[in-house]
Each structure stands twice: as structure tokens, then as C-alpha cells.
């Protein structure tokens, strides 16, 4: 199994970001999937999943209403839409797969290589 995020970047505060997740040697919409972040102070938080089959998404109360987690390609893309950025954003954001396909995913079995997002004006 293999994840690879990409789409991080600079972006000003109140701006928007979209990261993608590709995958190979797993079908997605067979496991929850989705997406946790690394602070710059090495706190690590679940933010957005989304269960297997694409069954409902679950976020985390800092992200709520502004990021969206969905499956562009049920089997092999996962996407995360982030408006609305703020500093208290900037982070390595990672996705993830995890075999037991509830939510939210607490040890992920699976961990793609991260991408970061700097949010400053």
C-alpha cells in the first residue's frame, strides 16, 4: 500500500487549498480513509474521515465547516478542500487508511508521505 498527498503550499489567511491523496495497491472505498495533520509544536490530529464505500464523513471540531473530505475516484483518489485557511492551519497534513473501516480513525494501519500547508500573510 502506498499514499502520496500532494497540493500543500503558502497561502494567505482566508484563502483556500486542495489537497489530493493517490493510492496504489489498495482500493479505497474498501477502508476508512482520510487525513491527519502534524502542528509545527509536533502535535498530530485526526481531522477529516470518511468511512468505506463513502459512507459519512466525519471532521474534527477545528476543521468543521470548512474543510471537506471526498473520494474523487472511489478507488483511488482521495481529495481534502480547505477554506478559509488560518495560521493555526500551517501544518504536514498526511493521509491515511486504516484496515478496521470505522471512524474517526484513531492509529491509522497506513501513513502516505506528507504534504505541507504554511498559512501567513
Known amino acids: 500500500v502506498q499514499l502520496q498527498a500532494s497540493g500543500g503550499g503558502l497561502v494567505q489567511p482566508g484563502g483556500s487549498l486542495r489537497l489530493s491523496c493517490a493510492a496504489s495497491g489498495v482500493g479505497l472505498d474498501y477502508y476508512a480513509v482520510g487525513w491527519f495533520r502534524q502542528l509545527p509544536g509536533g502535535k498530530r490530529e485526526g481531522i477529516a474521515f470518511?468511512?468505506?464505500?463513502?459512507?459519512?464523513?466525519y471532521y474534527a471540531d477545528s476543521v468543521k465547516g470548512r474543510f471537506t473530505i471526498s473520494s474523487v475516484n472511489p478507488k483511488t483518489a482521495l481529495t481534502l478542500q480547505m477554506d478559509n485557511l488560518q495560521p493555526e492551519d500551517t501544518a504536514d497534513y498526511y493521509c491515511?487508511?486504516?484496515?478496521?473501516?470505522?471512524?474517526?480513525?484513531?492509529?491509522?494501519?497506513?501513513w502516505g508521505r506528507g504534504t505541507l500547508v504554511t498559512v501567513s500573510s
Open positions: 491515511v487508511l486504516d484496515l478496521l473501516h470505522e471512524i474517526p480513525i484513531k492509529y491509522p494501519s497506513y
Open positions: 470518511i468511512g468505506d464505500r463513502g459512507g459519512a464523513a
